[in-house]
Antibody
């Protein structure tokens, strides 16, 4: 059974940093396309970042230069380092396995990130 | 970026009704479209991939069709557990992957 267990969500001030963690079981994060998707309160889904099997990374324009996706093979864990956070980054952040790099078939439970002073 | 527009934004229907949700892409995405169901407070669930392929475990009352710019998701007989928000998602021209704004489905 595939499980993605998320942690790291928190309240943070504007300009602050936060690291989200997504620990996988049942799949290898290093052998799969993995993604982060977010959902602002009461709004729809927004793709944030991908890491491909060959370690190529992609980012939404809204987070480029501030967020970094990475993974630890030994811990089978995906990360999202978020720096210089803005109020508009407030959202529930989901990690997901991206099957074939284009469809999200396994999701974490979500981690709330609130950016507020 | 490809814009995805869903209609309606919200929908109220009775148990047993046939329900249809549409999704339009701002440019041709062939069949590179997926549908998700998100129940309140839960993570989204992949329902349909490649415009019309029902995911394993998804109820057979769900079906979808379309290609190019116009797509539909149909529930043949609405059940109470289908109360959710439904999203389409394109991968015809990525990055970025983009989602529709969602269609909230309620029971009358």
């Amino acid at each position: 059974e595939v499980q993605l267990a998320q942690s790291g969500g928190n309240l943070v001030q504007p300009g602050g940093s936060l690291r989200l963690t997504c620990e996988a079981s049942g799949i290898s994060v290093s052998d799969n396309y993995m993604s982060w998707i977010r959902q602002p309160p009461g709004q729809g889904l927004e793709w944030v970042s991908d890491v491909y099997r060959n370690d190529i990374t992609f980012y939404a324009d809204s987070v480029k230069g501030r967020f970094t996706i990475s993974r630890d093979r030994s811990k089978n864990t995906l990360f999202l380092q978020m720096n210089n956070l803005r109020n508009e980054d407030t959202a529930v952040y989901y990690c997901a396995r991206s099957r074939g790099g284009n469809r999200f078939d396994f999701w974490g439970q979500g981690a709330p990130v609130i950016v507020s002073s | 970026d490809i814009q995805m527009t869903q209609s309606p934004s919200s929908l109220s229907a009775s148990v047993g009704d046939r329900v249809t949700i549409t999704c339009r892409a701002s440019q041709d995405i062939y069949i590179y479209l997926n549908w998700y169901q998100q129940r309140p407070g839960k993570a989204p669930k992949l329902l349909i991939s490649d415009a019309s392929n029902l995911e394993a475990g998804a109820p057979s009352r769900f079906s979808a069709s379309g290609s190019g710019t116009d797509f539909t998701l149909t529930i043949s007989s609405l059940q109470p557990e289908d109360i959710a928000t439904y999203y389409c998602q394109q991968y015809g021209n990525v990055p970025p992957i983009t989602f529709g704004q969602g269609t909230r489905l309620e029971i009358k």
